[in-house]
């Protein structure tokens, strides 16, 4: 990722920044030292919308930080456009756009983060390495054709694609600056009446109103792009501003130089008509088959080497302390008090990691750590002296590796799937049972986005433009039904596309709740799965709500207020407010009679009128989502003590220090431990060291076993540095690592 450009007034394409130099090679420029949970290394470069920073995540992955300059900030309804924006970039999946993985709206300056590809741009590659031949176009043009639908299927615009947007690497080209461009014009427009976009890369309806730049206004700017890969500069030449714009708008473009087999194609794309542009799938059977090879000359080949080795350097370098937030308290003799564990965890996450990795080889109980965290009374499932290592799998499958993937069990089927990708495999053998692959209605052109299985079913979303689907598939890989459950609009402010579907929030009898987002906001809506039937709808203020259906009801978590709603009529039983800070990501779970909300606590309120019951494991800390299962409830908080609550009165069954440290809880993804009648389970730090789980016994939390596989290293580069996939049923646990699936048989004595 690079910075945007200057929004209306560049009279040539932005030289990029040079890469940054490794360590003892030159000053550094200077910069925050941390910017959220980012340990920052310096600045990448300024632009438009603000600065770029390379800057590193608490697990050692390497992103791209930008931060919006402060008066786009500070301008009317900009958090809520922003926060719209990079929730639509985080859909964003696909091999040729680096993911955008986190992001923070009310941040005193808003920012993004997103994966760091250490990779030159397209525009610093042709002035330094020449302009591309055929074969290196069609590769370039392929790239960029697979990058848009990926784009727009998410409900964005790229509005700014242009050769520093493109990066260049070894496997082909990455699309960058996707994320918050909409918002971000929005703002231009009412402050100043300009349009975001680069002079000579914008189509005519992007200069001539910004409001209708729709995808083809992408494909247009992907015929410049490729004219300037192929020529060393843009259709509509060089000069001033106002030259330019007005080219674009009225004169035919210039193709001089641009390959003879190539002209028509490009030509087409650069239509002034939006409508008769092709669409990128044709755009992508016309370029015909191409190897990003071709992209590569031996300059490139060393430069990319280069940036990649101090890619690495940056990586493995020792990490920059955190200011403390408060000075340690040491109260409890012999040993740590709760609040100096507190202290140590906030002035690095090294500390817990490095933690972890001695506690797979032994670790000790202290005095003073036997009380309650949190208050309450119950038993301590004490640890052993040392946690032994794990049995051997009762079968192990290679995975197909996937981003951002998630694991869950469709009765006797475990699937593996992303977005834009579902996998089912045999529990009983772990072979490959079926490929998700559902039948889309005649008008949807683009994949469908694999939502995730709540009841019987996996779920997942297609969009037409006028029309938005739900579509179910069950255990079999047999699809039930593909509904319409949101259509174009007919208000004049709409933009005139559908909703898009976004989220299979909960599954109760034969009524979906589900999450929608569209120029108006975010919303959720209740499908009677049999008839297709929308139920009810209603806004809600942002993309934090949470909507859990059970029985009869609904509970819904938008901004804070807790509402319970019919889950049929959507008519609202009762509400509560302020039960958790705007802008936090609570979970939600119920045993039939109990509510449970939990957020840095948990919150216990009665099904039937919202009356509050009781508080627990109140802490300072975000805790993860609770498993419910069998009266209680089990959960674990951001120190590593995992909590065994009685639904009932929320009392402490059981709380057991964990001797390995955790993973981050946190964030719309939480799942909470793996949870059977025997064993919870839940995967272990995947910080500096290599990624594994713990399991404990469900009866009074004894830590049974811990798994981390026994490579080192190795196996980190093997089976990556993302969290464990878990999931239990009986005595079995199912695991997934990025590239491995294990079946784990897991007595508990």
Not at 292 to 319: I, M, N, Y
Not at 480 to 490: D, L, P, R, S
Not at 566 to 591: F, M, Q
């Amino acid at each position: 990722m690079r910075p945007t450009t200057p929004t209306s007034t560049p009279t040539t394409v932005p030289q990029p920044p040079q890469p940054p130099q490794p360590p003892g090679q030159g000053p550094r420029p200077r910069s925050p030292a941390r910017i959220g949970p980012y340990e920052v290394f310096q600045l990448l470069g300024e632009g438009g919308m603000g600065r770029v920073f390379l800057a590193r995540s608490p697990g050692s992955r390497l992103v791209a930080l930008k931060v919006i300059r402060p008066e786009y900030a500070e301008a009317p309804n900009f958090r809520g456009r922003f926060r719209r924006e990079a929730e639509a970039a985080r859909r964003v999946s696909g091999f040729f756009t680096p993911p955008v993985l986190d992001a923070d709206a009310d941040a005193p300056q808003p920012w993004l983060a997103t994966a760091y590809v250490p990779a030159p741009s397209l525009h610093d590659v042709v002035r330094r390495f020449g302009v591309l031949p055929e074969a290196a176009l069609r590769a370039l043009g392929t790239g960029l054709a697979e990058a848009l639908p990926a784009i727009h299927g998410a409900g964005i615009v790229h509005r700014d694609l242009k050769p520093g947007n493109v990066l260049v690497t070894e496997d082909g080209p990455r699309v960058i600056d996707f994320g918050i461009s909409s918002a971000v014009d929005a703002t231009q427009v009412t402050r100043t009446g300009a349009v975001m976009g680069t002079p000579g890369f914008m189509a005519p309806e992007q200069i001539v109103s910004s409001r209708d730049a729709g995808p083809a206004a992408d494909l247009f700017s992907l015929g410049c792009v490729l004219v300037f890969a192929a020529t060393g500069q843009g259709p509509f030449g060089s000069g001033g501003t106002a030259e330019i714009l007005y080219r674009a708008v009225h004169h035919p473009p210039q193709l001089d130089g641009v390959p003879t087999a190539l002209r028509p194609l490009i030509g087409a794309c650069l239509d002034k008509d939006p409508a008769r542009r092709p669409p990128a799938a044709s755009v992508l059977a016309a370029l015909g088959a191409a190897d990003p090879a071709a992209l590569l000359t031996e300059g490139l080949r060393e430069d990319l080497a280069r940036r990649q080795a101090h890619a690495a350097a940056l990586v493995a370098a020792p990490p920059v302390p955190m200011t403390p937030l408060a000075p340690p308290d040491v109260t409890a003799p012999g040993g740590p008090s709760r609040r100096r564990f507190l202290w140590i965890a906030a002035a690095g996450t090294t500390v817990a990691a490095g933690g972890g990795v001695a506690a797979l080889t032994g670790w000790r109980s202290k005095p003073g750590e036997n009380k309650a965290p949190g208050g309450g009374e119950g038993s301590t499932g004490r640890p052993e002296r040392k946690v032994p290592a794990g049995p051997e799998p009762h079968w192990t499958a290679p995975l197909k590796k996937l981003e951002s993937a998630e694991l869950h069990l469709l009765g006797d089927t475990l699937v593996h799937w992303e977005q834009r990708r579902a996998i089912a495999y045999d529990t009983a053998t772990g072979k490959q049972s079926w490929t998700g692959s559902p039948r889309l209605p005649s008008d949807v052109s683009t994949d469908p986005k694999w939502l995730g299985v709540r009841g019987s079913l996996l779920f997942a979303a297609a969009w037409s433009g006028e029309r938005g689907y739900l579509l179910g598939v069950d255990a079999a890989g047999k699809q039930k039904f593909a509904h319409t459950v949101t259509e174009q609009g007919t208000d004049a402010r709409s933009t005139g596309f559908a909703d898009f579907v976004d989220s299979i929030q909960s599954v109760a009898g034969s009524v979906a709740v589900v999450g929608t987002s569209g120029d108006k906001g975010y919303g959720v809506l209740a499908v009677d799965l049999g008839s297709g039937k929308v139920l009810w709808s209603r806004a809600v203020n942002g993309s934090d709500f949470q909507a859990y259906a059970d029985g009869g009801l609904c509970f819904l978590q938008d901004n804070g207020t807790l509402r319970g709603l019919g889950l049929r009529s959507g008519a609202e039983r009762w509400k509560v407010r302020d039960v958790v800070k705007p802008g936090a990501y609570p979970h939600l779970s119920t045993d039939g009679e109990t509510l449970l909300v939990t957020s840095t606590k948990a919150q216990a309120f009665r099904v039937t009128d919202g009356k509050k019951l009781w508080t627990a494991v109140n802490e300072t800390t975000t805790i993860s989502a609770a498993r419910v299962r069998g009266g209680r409830a089990y959960l674990y908080d951001g120190p590593g003590t995992v909590f065994a609550l009685d639904m009932r009165g929320g009392e402490q069954v059981w709380h057991t220090a964990s001797p390995v440290g955790l993973t981050t809880t946190g964030g719309a993804r939480d799942q909470g431990p793996a949870v059977s009648a025997s064993v919870v389970a839940i995967a272990t730090y995947a910080g500096g060291d290599v990624p594994g789980f713990i399991v404990l016994r469900a009866s009074d939390g004894k830590p049974l076993w811990a798994h981390r596989p026994s490579g080192g290293k190795a196996d980190a580069k093997a089976g990556g540095k993302n969290p464990w996939l878990l999931q239990a049923s009986g005595s079995t646990l199912f695991a997934a690592s990025e590239t491995t699936l294990h079946a784990f048989r897991s007595d508990t004595p």
